[in-house]
């Protein structure tokens, strides 16, 4: 399968959940190019936003792990080709 890159956007309410999103985060290290994140302590939400670069299947297995952990949302784009 033919890699591509991305982003990935995650947006994070409930922050004990952060652990498992750290853990998870590390177990994709391989596809992750670059991770940045921003707690706004004062809305009670956190947002980290990842550029990936990996085959469709990875990119989408860590978008919707990420996305089954409670209060956390995500979405991923990918280029086409």
Known sequence: M???IGT?????SDRQ???EINRI???HADI???????????????????IVEGTADRINA????????QGVECKATMSKT
Do not use: M, W
């Not at 990935?8 to 994070?12: A, M, P, T």
């Not at 009670?44 to 990842?50: K, Y």
């Not at 860590?62 to 952990?69: A, E, K, S, Y």
């Open 62 to 69: 860590l978008t919707g792990r990420l996305g089954r952990q």
């Open 25 to 27: 985060l590390s177990e």
């Open 17 to 19: 959940v952060a652990d």
């Open 32 to 50: 992750i190019l670059c991770r940045q994140g921003l707690p706004f302590k004062d809305r009670s939400v956190a947002v980290i936003s990842l």
């Open 2 to 4: 033919e890699k591509r």
């Open 8 to 12: 990935i956007s995650i947006l994070i």
